[in-house]
C-alpha cells in the first residue's frame, strides 16, 4: 500500500511532504523543540489515518556485514534476527538483509545488518504524534535506500563506488559501497568560502570520505573507486577529466533526472534536490530497510489491515450483489420457461380410453397361424456352424489362405453373371445359400503364379465337400488400377503388395440331402 505522507527530518527540522496522484507537494517546515514538535501534532491531527512514513537524513547509521551457513528460510531468518540483536543490543532501531549474490561460496550467503546508534533526533519527532496522530509505516534513511540509486546508476559489480547526492538544503550526502555492499554513509556541510572553486571543493570532500571509510585504500592506485557525482546543470558543466586527475578516483557526473527516470519517478525533480529520489523510493517501496520497530508500526500496521479488509469487504459486497442480480435473472427466465411449458400442456388434446370400452378380440386361429411361421421361419434359418466347418476343412489343407470376411444369403432369386451363366450348377437354387469369401494369401513375396495355384487348390477342396455345389472365384490377385504406370516407368512400389481374392461357393443346407 502506498505512502500518503513523508515526514522529512533534516538539520534539527522536520518538512511534511503530502502524495497525490500527481506526485508530492511540500508543506510547511516544523523547528526542533517542544513548540515544533506541538505544532506538527495539530498539523497532523485533522487527518489521522493518513499512512506516514519518516525519512531520517540526520543520522548516521552503523552498518556490518557477515557470512553466515545457507540455510532454509525460516532457519536463515532466525539466525539475522540474532545476529542483528547481538550487534546492536542498545538501540530498538535496527534491520538486516541478505545479500545474495555476494558470495562465490554456494553454501554461505552474506548478510548486512544495520543500526541507528543515537535515535534522539528521531524520538524528538515521534513521541508526540504516537499512537493515535499519525499511523506511522516505518522509519527510513537515504544510506540504504541509495542501494536502488547504485542499480539505477549502473555501479553494481564494481570494486568500490561513492555516491554524491545534493540536497535542498546545501548539504551534501555520500554513500560508500563495496561491490554492492553499503558501507556507510556521511554529511558535508556546503561550500560556505566563496575562495574556494566548486572543483576544488568536491576533490576535498571525496578524498576525506575515502580515508574515512577505507583508510587502507590510497586514491589513485589504479583508480580502484569510482565517484558518481549526482546533480543538475551545475555537475553537468564540471570537468569530469581534471577531477578524475586531481582526486586520483574515476568521477563522473550524472543529471538527477536521469536517476529520477531510471527509480520510476514521473516528474523529474530541479537541480541539488537529492532528497526527491529517496521521497520518491518511500511512495513506491516503503518496506525497503525498515528501522521501526514492530511496536511504534503497530498503529500504521493496522490501518493497513483495516483498509484491507474494507476493500475486500467492499469487493465481496460488489460480487454478491452481480451473482444475485445474475440468480434473480436466471429465475425470472426458468419462471417464464415453466409458464410456457405449462401453457403448452394445457394446449395439448388429452384422449383416455372409456371405462365402457371394450378390449378388441383375438382371433385364435391367426394367432396359431403366426406362431407356425415363427417356427418355419427357425427351423430353415441357415446357421454358421455348418458354413464355417466347410470352410475350416478346407484351411486345413492349405494354411497359406488367409480369411478376411465370410457373409451368406439365399441363392434363389441372386441374378445372372454378365455372361449369361448362371449362379448355380443345375441351376436349382431353391434352397442353397451363397456363401461370398474374401481373404489374401499370407505369404505373397509377388509371385502372382504361386498364388493362383494356392486360389485354384482351395476352390477345389472346397468342391469336394459333400454340401457344396458349386464353387468359384470372382476375383483374382491381380492388379489393375488405371492409375498405376500410365507413363511407362518402371520403378519398384512403396507399398507392399498384397494378394486378395473374393469365392463364391453353393451351399447345400443341412437338413437337405445331397
Not at 131 to 148: K, M, N, Q
Not at 325 to 354: C, D, F, K, W, Y
Not at 410 to 433: C, N, Q
Request: hydrophobic content about 40%; aromatic content about 6%; some cysteine.
Amino acid at each position: 500500500m502506498r505512502t500518503e505522507r513523508i515526514l522529512y527530518i533534516h538539520s534539527g527540522r522536520c518538512t511534511v511532504y503530502d502524495w497525490s496522484d500527481d506526485g508530492f507537494s511540500e508543506g510547511p517546515t516544523f523547528h526542533e523543540g517542544d513548540a515544533g514538535a506541538a505544532e506538527l501534532r495539530a498539523y497532523l491531527q485533522p487527518n489521522p489515518d493518513r499512512l506516514t512514513a519518516i525519512l531520517a537524513d540526520i543520522v548516521e547509521e552503523e552498518h556490518y556485514r557477515d557470512a553466515v551457513p545457507k540455510l532454509n528460510l525460516i532457519d536463515q531468518r532466525a539466525l539475522l534476527k540474532r545476529r542483528i540483536s547481538k550487534s546492536f543490543s542498545r538501540t530498538r532501531y535496527r534491520n538486516g538483509e541478505i545479500i545474495k549474490g555476494d558470495s562465490s561460496d554456494p553454501g554461505t550467503v552474506f548478510i548486512r545488518m544495520s543500526g541507528i546508534t543515537h535515535a534522539d533526533a528521531i524520538r524528538t519527532w515521534t513521541a508526540p504524534i504516537e499512537p493515535d496522530c499519525c499511523p506511522i509505516v516505518g522509519i527510513f534513511t537515504p544510506a540504504v535506500l541509495s542501494e536502488r540509486i547504485l542499480k539505477a546508476v549502473g555501479q553494481t559489480g564494481m570494486s568500490a563506488t561513492l555516491i554524491a547526492t545534493t540536497h535542498s538544503d546545501g548539504r551534501i550526502r555520500h554513500t560508500y559501497f563495496k561491490g554492492s555492499c553499503l558501507i556507510g554513509s556521511r554529511r558535508f556541510r556546503g561550500r560556505m568560502d566563496e575562495r574556494i572553486n566548486e572543483s576544488e571543493f568536491i576533490v576535498q570532500q571525496v578524498q576525506s570520505s575515502l580515508r574515512f571509510f577505507n583508510p587502507s585504500a590510497a586514491p589513485g592506485l589504479g583508480h580502484a573507486t569510482d565517484v558518481v557525482l549526482i546533480g543538475g546543470k551545475e555537475d553537468a558543466e564540471l570537468d569530469e577529466d581534471a577531477l578524475a586527475t586531481a582526486s586520483g578516483c574515476r568521477i563522473r557526473c550524472v543529471d538527477i533526472a536521469a536517476v529520477a527516470k531510471s527509480i520510476g519517478m514521473n516528474r523529474a525533480p530541479s537541480a541539488n534536490q537529492g532528497e526527491t529520489l529517496f521521497l520518491s523510493m518511500l511512495r513506491k517501496r516503503p518496506g525497503h530497510g525498515n528501522f521501526a520497530p514492530r511496536s511504534e508500526r503497530h498503529y500504521g500496521l493496522l490501518k493497513i489491515y483495516k483498509r484491507r479488509s474494507t476493500a475486500a469487504a467492499w469487493a465481496l459486497a460488489c460480487l454478491f450483489i452481480v451473482a444475485a442480480g445474475i440468480n434473480m435473472a436466471g429465475a425470472l427466465r426458468m419462471q417464464a420457461e415453466m409458464a410456457l411449458t405449462n401453457r403448452e400442456a394445457a394446449e395439448l388434446p388429452v384422449r383416455q380410453p372409456s371405462a365402457e370400452a371394450e378390449s378388441p378380440a383375438v382371433d385364435s386361429l391367426a394367432m396359431r397361424a403366426a406362431v407356425t411361421s415363427y417356427r418355419e421361419l427357425l427351423r430353415n434359418a441357415p446357421r454358421p456352424e455348418p458354413l464355417l466347418q466347410i470352410v475350416s476343412a478346407a484351411l486345413s489343407e492349405y494354411p497359406d489362405i488367409q480369411i478376411d470376411v465370410i457373409s451368406w444369403q439365399p441363392a434363389a432369386g441372386l441374378e445372372a453373371e454378365p455372361d449369361g451363366r448362371d449362379l448355380s450348377v443345375s441351376g436349382a437354387t431353391a434352397g442353397r445359400l451363397m456363401l461370398s469369401i474374401g481373404g489374401s494369401v499370407a505369404s505373397f513375396s509377388g509371385n502372382y503364379e504361386q498364388a493362383f495355384d494356392l486360389i485354384d487348390g482351395f476352390v477345389a477342396t472346397l468342391i469336394r465337400q459333400s454340401n457344396v455345389d458349386d464353387a468359384r472365384a470372382t476375383r483374382m490377385p491381380l492388379d489393375v488400377n488405371p492409375q498405376i504406370s500410365l507413363e511407362g516407368e518402371v520403378a519398384s512400389r512403396s507399398r507392399t503388395a498384397e494378394a486378395k481374392f473374393e469365392l463364391q461357393v453353393i451351399v447345400r443346407q443341412a437338413h437337405e440331402s445331397a
